[in-house]
């Protein structure tokens, strides 16, 4: 897990707000930018291997340490 203070952590869980999983690292970063984060929260992200891919909150809970519950996309097939 990556070590964040509480303020980091704060600003990832508002930065990653309305995600959907699965959210792999590059969409992660997007998200970020689109929701106007702060650059040591996209720096924190970065920090992830390039790779990483989150499928539901607990993985991302177990990389980075915040909550992030996600949303549940609308429309298409269920």
């Known amino acids: ?5 509480p303020d980091d ?4 869980e508002n930065a990653l707000r309305d995600l959907d ?3 792999p690292r590059n969409k992660l970063v997007e998200l970020a930018k689109e929701n106007n984060a702060p650059g040591h929260a996209i720096a924190a992200i970065l920090e992830l291997p390039e790779t990483a891919d989150f499928r539901d909150p607990a993985q991302l809970r177990a990389a980075l340490g915040i909550d992030v519950p996600g ?3 609308t429309g298409g097939w269920e």
């Open 1 to 5: 897990m990556i070590n964040l203070n």
């Open 9 to 12: 952590k704060t600003a990832l």
């Open 21 to 23: 999983y699965p959210a």
């Open 71 to 73: 949303v549940k996309p």
